[in-house]
């Protein structure tokens, strides 16, 4: 077996948090996933943010540089296999699509920037795979540079996702400077921390939990400490951690306090993530948290074998949306039916092969969900439609295929927004085709008739089109023959030619 079929059967997982960028690579054996090498650099994106919002250059320069080493190690894994997801800070970074284009070419993979609400979900399910499969209702918490996710559930299915604007560097930047540590920025640290969780209490602890889990770095690194200096048994205490406090403000610096189990790394925003951890302990009266080894990454990866292995969570928040906005369901199938039975007749033809996102997946998605903004208005539909895609938390989703949805979907009828494909980063050309297979399928359904219709599809020089039917079919649909006509006109003002018999 050569080295890169042995790559093959390798997944890798790239997290490019706030703080620190990680990596890990794993391989699925017998049912389980076996890490084979893990890689964490702090880059420290959040402090290279700016007061215009935008990443500073040698903040840029440091995070592309980490992504080259991490694009070295993960050079021969096929592309499916990997997943590298930004987080609070990409999101929030006006620069983040500049920045995005450099470093999907450093790492030589796509990157995709995901809510907070998925990022809860991914987190929940890399601890959760960590733990005993039992009846526990679990409380796992995450605290990140610029966010902390709160998420409640059982076994693998969450329950509640909650993900707040705190993290540990936020925090150790605001209430912080300097990483002075004094009695009174630690208690207005605090109170800030907890009137940010406090509108989601009420709900978290509505719903309760048998077991409160902690993950990432500040929490895994708190524990750490308060176990080395015997501070709590068997997991973190509000009691250790307030010797921890105690500490800090004596030392008037994490700098300069000397603690068993501290390490330098986390020095910068020890502070911060103190703060949120007192804080959500004290808000939500919490006794005792285990440290859990598994966070976003391993999700990640677990998410990933389950898109491979059929376990897809897109597929049921495809099927979600539908429910939750009416959609006629059985129209949408019929019209995904046509559009997957034109698709294969032109996936070679125009090259729709996968890459790090699944052409065919977003073609079924969106011929399901075109209509969902009919339960708002009939009128400006497709725009309700793409609305709705662009800014509901769809579980499994990443931003950017939201947004190639978004605008499949408002452009699935009447003229072409061209300006629309202007913000696709990602083949935009390929997301045109995909228009357009759309535009035909629901043309073709117009009449709503619910018969199986597979047209043959010719396509010439990439923009002449021809639609061949059955004998006499568009004699006895008049009403789609008229929509081809028009679609035609509508077609040509976009650079395709389409013919019909």
């Known amino acids: 077996m050569t080295d890169n079929e042995k790559d093959n059967d390798l997944y890798a997982a790239i997290d490019l948090g706030s703080n620190s960028f990680h990596m890990i690579i794993a391989r699925e054996a017998h049912g389980q996933m076996q890490v084979i090498d893990k890689h964490k650099e702090m880059v420290r994106l959040r402090a290279g943010l700016e007061s215009d919002g935008k990443l500073s250059e040698k903040a840029f320069n440091k995070a592309i540089a980490c992504l080259e080493r991490f694009g070295q190690r993960i050079n021969n894994i096929p592309p499916q296999n990997v997943r590298a997801v930004g987080t609070n800070t990409l999101r929030n970074a006006r620069n983040s699509r500049e920045f995005l284009k450099q470093a999907s070419k450093a790492l030589g993979h796509n990157i995709q920037i ?6 809860a979900r991914l987190i929940y399910l890399g601890v959760a795979h960590g733990l005993p499969n039992n009846d526990e209702q679990r409380l796992v918490m995450d605290i990140g540079g610029g966010s902390t996710e709160y998420i409640i559930g059982k076994r693998f299915t969450h329950s509640h996702l909650t993900s707040t604007e705190m993290g540990c560097v936020s925090i150790t930047q605001t209430h912080f400077p300097n990483n002075e540590i004094t009695e009174s920025n630690m208690n207005l640290a605090i109170s800030a921390c907890r009137l940010t969780l406090r509108p989601h209490r009420a709900k978290l602890k509505k719903l309760g939990w048998d077991t409160a889990i902690g993950a ?35 030392a008037k610096s994490a700098d300069t306090l000397t603690l068993e189990g501290l390490k330098d790394e986390r020095r910068p925003v020890l502070a911060g993530g103190l703060a949120v951890l007192i804080a ?20 990640l990866v ?23 906005m009416r959609v006629d369901a059985q129209q949408a199938e019929h019209v995904s039916k046509t559009a997957m039975a034109l698709f294969k007749q032109a996936h070679n033809i125009w090259q729709l092969r996968n890459t790090e996102y699944n052409f065919k997946k977003l073609l079924d998605w969106a011929a399901k969900l075109h209509e969902c903004g009919i339960a708002i208005s009939y009128k400006r539909y497709r725009h309700h439609s793409a609305y709705l895609i ?43 085709y995909l228009t357009v297979l759309l535009r035909l399928a629901v043309r073709i359904h117009r009449g709503r008739d619910f018969e199986i219709i ?6 010439e020089n990439n923009t002449e089109l021809h639609l061949e039917f059955e004998d006499q079919w568009l004699e006895q649909h008049p009403l789609t023959r008229l929509d081809l006509e028009i679609e035609a006109k509508r077609l040509d003002a976009a650079g395709f030619k389409l013919t019909f018999e």
Request: glycine share 8%.
């Open 216 to 250: 990432s770095g500040s929490i895994k690194s708190i524990g750490q400490i308060l176990e080395s200096n015997h501070w709590s048994e068997g997991g973190i205490t509000l009691s250790g951690m307030y010797r921890l406090r105690d500490a800090l403000i004596e």
């Open 114 to 119: 995901i809510a907070g609400q998925e990022e």
């Open 454 to 459: 597979k047209p043959i599809l010719y396509i």
């Open 390 to 432: 662009a800014q509901a938390e769809m579980a499994g989703f990443d931003q950017q295929e939201k947004q190639m949805l978004s605008v499949m979907v408002l452009n699935h009828r009447g003229k072409f927004i061209s300006e629309a494909y202007d913000e696709i980063d990602i083949e935009p050309q390929k997301l045109l």
């Open 280 to 299: 959500t302990f004290e808000e939500l009266n919490i006794q005792q948290m285990q440290v859990s080894s598994n966070a976003l990454r391993e999700g």
């Open 302 to 324: 677990f998410d990933t074998l389950g898109r491979l292995f059929a376990e897809d969570a897109r597929e049921l928040s495809v099927a979600a949306m539908q429910k939750w």
